[in-house]
């Protein structure tokens, strides 16, 4: 469970301090370029908010590379991760935002595969964004579901029968989907081995 009690708006409808997502999520959500983050504690978030939002931003998100250079990875954006009991087997997949690490969606299936996972993931977080009118970069830990989210066909061997019916039906919804709109967010790739697990990360390995 998160530890963010209280959330930072330097850019939305009203910039202030907020003591709940919900507040937060109502200055953000829909406002272009909106930067915000959480904070455990009110003292950190009323000497945050005193500051150069990028400041904090960049500090709170800065990795040592092995090399000893940098690498920035961006605070307001949203991550998606999948996880799957057996391959196949029950899958869920959910879209985190790296900042402040509150869950945006979580969506689970009887059965499909992590590949499959991580694929509608990247769309439904698209998806999400763009009905949100928010341009925030999207981060994925999956170079398969890259791949497939560019050609816009899900790549998946799993066989389509009764059991697997409803995931192929979402699939093609999601196939459709890229198809007929253009988004604006970037796809990131996630570097685990630099920044460790990505925040949409289910913690069960």
Not at 121 to 132: Q, S
Not at 158 to 168: G, M, R
Request: with cysteine.
């Amino acid at each position: 469970m998160s530890k963010t009690k209280f959330y930072v708006v330097w850019k939305g409808r009203q910039p202030g301090i907020y003591s709940n997502w919900a507040d937060c999520q109502s200055q953000v959500f829909g406002f272009e370029k909106a930067i915000f983050k959480g904070f455990a504690t009110k003292a950190e978030a009323e000497a945050a908010f005193k500051q150069n939002p990028w400041h904090i931003l960049n500090n709170s998100t800065n990795n040592k590379t092995a090399n000893g250079k940098t690498a920035s990875i961006i605070a307001n954006s949203l991550s998606v991760d999948a996880a799957c009991s057996g391959n196949p087997g029950v899958m869920e997949y959910r879209g985190v935002h790296v900042g402040t690490r509150e869950q945006w969606f979580l969506v689970k299936f009887p059965l499909g595969t992590n590949n499959i996972g991580e694929f509608l993931a990247i769309v439904h977080g698209l998806a999400e964004l763009k009905k949100k009118k928010l341009n925030l970069p999207v981060y994925t830990d999956s170079a398969t579901a890259l791949a497939w989210v560019k050609k816009k066909k899900c790549g998946t061997k799993l066989p389509e029968d009764t059991s697997t019916a409803s995931l192929f039906e979402v699939i093609r919804r999601a196939e459709k989907w890229l198809r007929e709109n253009q988004y604006s967010q970037p796809l990131l790739k996630w570097d685990t081995k630099k920044w460790g697990e990505i925040p949409a990360d289910f913690g069960r390995k």
